[in-house]
DNA sequence: CATCGTTGCCAAAGCGCTTTATCACGGCAC
DNA sequence: GTGCCGTGATAAAGCGCTTTGGCAACGATG
């Protein structure tokens, strides 16, 4: 209710200046004497003067808003890369307005006119995945358009992964530091760049080792492909050559993990598992059953953000790597280090879903 | 690079009316002769004339966008609150811009500055439940403001809940359709008035069928709460007095499976249980072993921004009531099912006995 | 002393649209 | 013919700010 806020042409006036100074002051433009910007900052602030960002923006041309056009805001993964995108644009102040286009081509299209509409600076396009593609809008808009877990299909627009590759690689690694060399890889279908690249991340770094990666199996991002190929590896021996399984997410770690303590063997004595995705800490939960590798959506978000922001100043905008990935982080938990292996611990984060 | 758009002025020359005649067309403002209403209107879609939403708002003193402040929103529950909200602002093209106090008080402070300085036509905070509170932001605005999942620490507020009473009758139903009638309560401290609340519903229902509640355990949301209870429970044969179990959330609902698993009972056969938050759901997971409670959240999101929007109108604001539930809704899993007793639950029952 | 470059400030012209006050016009009643 | 009224359209005045061009005043320069 404090309803009518003060005008910049109150300022000026009770500063004893001319609008157009006193607007010079408030955003560091044109000259100033120190003492006459120091006068009006000092008014502005006694007299709790907020500029009026609308009115800005249509005299600037600049709205100060950073459109976000999320493929399907309910996917799983868009809430971090929202928070981390929105987390990195609020500290330059810009604002973003959110649409969720919901999987829906028409609905999509619906959007990109509002946010032509409202004439925002940028946009970030927020995707499904390393292998979700985005149909390009870069066209559409005069402003920078990045696109964040997906891939535009114009190779020439600037997309923001999970750096897949890396994550494969921090888990050979890990597996090396608790000392497991006998490594097998269950993962999604091979026709899959983020399955391809981890996979190439793992076996890079495990040869950098003078080790070589046992076995591959390729399947579906799925808790019952976890259990199958599980069970192949127990009912085929194979499981005997092996003290440590990369799976291709956690869910298929889920799986994996319930067969083979189905099946009397001991996780992580026998069998060291990482998963991709943090699922655990998604959901809040610290001390996890599950090691995996956290892709930091929250980073991509912020990055995209921070990419777009940069691109919104016309100056030095040549540079133009058109595919920048974010690198992800592991998250120890006992399915890799030990520890306590309560039995507990599997039931818990195999029953939550 | 559609770069330059299309001006109202250049549609109103083009259809050889005024300026103001246009706008008045666009708007339905104004009296204007169907046929020029008809000529302006084709020639604005033949133009692609996209309205400038900003001079717009400059203009006309609204600004077309309600403000999101997040008390968290990375917290677990803020996407489907958002996505709900956001959902039915857009339907009624209003934009939405997202701000994330992420718990923290100075942020959340600026936060509302940059809301006033854009002018928002109205706010909605999101909370993190029943029972977070939320520090009223109601007079900060001039537009109206109302809290979704959460309660402000003004009474006058506008606040949006999940029906918890509601939730505690769908899971008394639940448990009576499937012949359920010795139910017991394992839920979180007793202070809280969700925890409450879905006590009370759930007794209300059972005493309806005339049946009671056998037991009792207050404890807090945890899955070690769970285990806690069921082992207490199992310990002291009460659980030979139960057939079902409400749990007052799922992380309480695993930890009583996990247990009781442990002990040779088995679920659903000898004890059913329900959960509370869809935790499964959330996850992207259909065919879930848990039988949950979903509170809605999304539809919370959207009654929320409903009656920010309602309110937006000058006209009839009469009608307040301060607190509003929304309904939720029990999605069946084998926990109270049965069905196919998945290899995953065999999982369970081998590796702990 | 005339010239020039700076520095500090401001008047005024937008930005693209909404809204109000006004006006021209034709019909209708008297 | 005069007066009135309803209708349809418009000119013009904002909205609150940014930005440009220009103008004094001043010290430095030759």
Redesign the interface.
């Known amino acids: ?3 009518r ?1 003060v005008r910049l042409v109150e300022v000026a006036r009770a500063a004893d200046v001319s609008l157009a100074t006193a607007s010079q002051v408030m955003n560091g433009s044109g000259r100033v004497a120190e003492a006459t910007r120091q006068r009006v900052l000092e008014t502005a602030r006694r007299l709790d003067y ?6 800005r ?2 005299a600037s041309g600049r ?1 100060s ?1 950073v459109g976000i056009l999320a493929e399907n ?4 993964f ?3 890369v ?2 981390g995108a ?2 990195s644009l ?1 500290r330059v ?1 810009l ?6 286009a ?1 999987h829906d081509v028409k609905l999509r299209r619906e ?1 990109v ?2 946010l ?4 925002v600076d940028g946009v970030v396009v927020i995707g499904e995945g390393t292998d979700s593609r985005s149909a390009s809008v870069s ?4 402003g920078p358009v990045v696109y964040a877990l997906s891939r535009s299909d114009d190779p020439q627009d600037i997309c923001v992964l999970p750096d897949d590759a890396h994550a494969g690689a921090l888990a050979a690694q890990h597996f090396l530091e608790v000392g497991r060399s006998r490594i097998a890889h269950v993962t999604a279908e091979s026709s899959l760049t983020s399955v391809r690249d981890r996979e190439r991340g793992l076996t890079e770094e495990l040869e950098r080792a003078g080790q070589r990666l046992v076995d591959v199996s390729y399947g579906s991002f799925t ?1 019952d492909w976890g ?1 199958a190929a599980a069970r192949r590896m127990v009912e085929d021996g194979s499981i005997r050559d092996i003290d440590a399984i990369f799976a291709g997410n956690d869910q298929i770690a889920i799986g994996l993990e ?2 083979l ?2 099946s009397g063997i001991r996780i992580p004595e026998d069998v060291a598992i990482v998963g991709v995705d943090n ?1 655990a800490g ?3 939960n610290t001390d996890p059953f599950l090691t995996s590798i956290d892709l930091r959506f929250d980073v991509v978000g912020a990055t995209a953000a921070d990419l777009a922001v940069a691109r919104l100043d016309p100056a030095a905008d040549d540079d133009k790597p058109t595919i920048v990935t974010v690198p992800g982080m592991l998250v120890p938990g006992r399915s890799t280090v030990g520890g306590t292996t309560s ?2 611990s ?3 984060e ?4």
Do not use: K, W
């Open positions: 209710m404090s309803n806020s907020r500029p009026n960002a609308l009115a923006s249509v709205s808003t805001a309910s996917g799983m868009c809430m971090p929202l928070v929105n987390r609020s102040d604002a973003s307005t959110l649409y969720d919901a959007h006119r509002r032509q509409a409202r004439h066209h559409e808009f005069s808790r259990f319930a067969q303590l189905a699922a998604m959901i809040g039995p507990r599997l039931v818990l195999s029953l939550i879903s």
